[in-house]
């Protein structure tokens, strides 16, 4: 079986992933599951992992659980997080640009290079074009829109100058500060995006409700276990909430009208 929390997995932090994981595995015992990793897979790419059949658990962005991961992937849990942009479950994504650059307001940046992380992604696309779709008074807003591939890369084309505009991850952004603040140099924020539901916790669609319901009395548990306190603290998570893909399903309907701001 394997195992991964790939969201926020910033090698800075790794070993309080590590931490969260053996703290999680200790009170996936506890109520009596037993065929799960003991040690959590690192930069394995995303794609290949949540399609695995040996998948136990990992994290996925909320967007794919409604849409490619559906029928392979269940919901287990929102975590909450406690970072700027996040409150009750939700989340939302720093709009970024060079630290020189002329605007205050994405709104007003029509015809300027935009990048996001990647076509199937909330946090660094939907969550802009939520934004500026209404906007639009064209077939396009930005003249190009370029994919980095990652948050970070994202980060990276403002700093050297190859793009105007990047939402990223606010749970992202404010890791990079607090533990790569080289990554988040001459950029500043705007604003935040509109909030939807954080990345969940998944499991294998394979897996009986019984086994899921293990699985989230073992996390809701560990979210109170003290010892795991300070790696909580280091990967900003406060609590989780046992959840459904249905809590996910309005970012697919914020998503519909924005198609034209591609």
């Not at 998570?237 to 519909?256: G, H, M, P, V």
Request: aromatic share 8%.
């Amino acid at each position: 079986m394997k195992a991964s929390l790939p969201m926020y997995d910033i090698v800075e932090i790794r070993h309080a992933h590590d931490a969260l994981w053996r703290g999680f595995a200790r009170h996936f015992r506890r109520h009596g599951l037993e065929n799960f990793p003991n040690r959590l897979i690192h930069d394995q790419p995303v794609n290949s992992l949540w399609s695995d059949d040996s998948l136990f658990m990992s994290q996925c962005c909320g967007y794919d659980i409604i849409h490619r991961y559906k029928h392979r992937l269940q919901v287990l849990a929102t975590p909450w997080f406690n970072a700027t942009g996040c409150g009750n479950g939700d989340y939302a994504s720093t709009i970024v640009v060079p630290t020189d650059s002329a605007f205050d307001d994405v709104t007003d940046m029509a015809g300027k290079v935009a990048v996001i992380n990647g076509p199937e992604s909330h946090s660094g696309m939907n969550a802009l074009l939520s934004l500026v779709s209404p906007h639009c008074r064209s077939s396009k807003f930005f003249a190009e829109i370029k994919i980095s591939g990652g948050h970070s890369q994202s980060l990276a084309l403002l700093r050297e100058g190859k793009a105007d505009v990047a939402s990223v991850d606010c749970i992202t952004y404010e890791l990079l500060g607090r533990y790569r603040p080289t990554a988040i140099e001459s950029t500043r924020p705007l604003g935040l995006t509109y909030p939807a539901p954080a990345p969940p916790y998944v499991t294998a669609g394979k897996f009986d409700r019984e086994t899921v319901e293990r699985m989230q009395n073992a996390l809701l548990e560990a979210f109170e276990d003290q010892s795991l306190l300070d790696c909580r603290q280091t990967l900003l998570l406060e609590k989780i909430e046992i959840s459904s893909a249905a809590t996910y399903q309005r970012i697919d309907d914020a998503f519909k009208h924005n198609l034209r701001a591609i």
